[in-house]
């Protein structure tokens, strides 16, 4: 998956958690543990992280959608003012 996602901090914390699980170094219910997450939940996100990648991990909002109302000020022709 060669697309790029941004993360927050809190979101890379689940993706390094979900990696060290993959890779054997911690169990599902220790990693959930790190993460302040019920066991059930922590597998919620490792079967979301297999179907989609680490952008499962990244809030919708971000990811998902963008807003009907969203402007684009530049496709109106607008240009910021230099700063000079």
Do not use: P, Y
């Given at each position: 998956?060669?697309?790029?996602?941004?993360l927050t901090i809190?979101?890379?914390k689940r993706v390094h958690a979900i990696h060290e699980g993959e890779a054997g170094r911690l169990t599902g219910k220790k990693?959930?543990?790190?993460?302040?997450l019920?066991?059930?939940?922590?597998?919620?996100?490792?079967?979301s992280h297999r179907r989609v990648g680490d952008a499962?991990?990244?809030?919708?909002?971000?990811?998902?959608?963008?807003?009907?109302r969203r402007i684009d000020i530049f496709a109106a022709g607008h240009r910021p003012k230099s700063s000079r």
């Open positions: 998956m060669d697309e790029w996602v941004t809190k979101e890379r990693a959930a543990g790190m993460l302040s019920l066991l059930r939940q922590m597998r919620r996100l490792i079967g499962a991990l990244a809030h919708g909002n971000r990811v998902v959608h963008r807003s009907e």
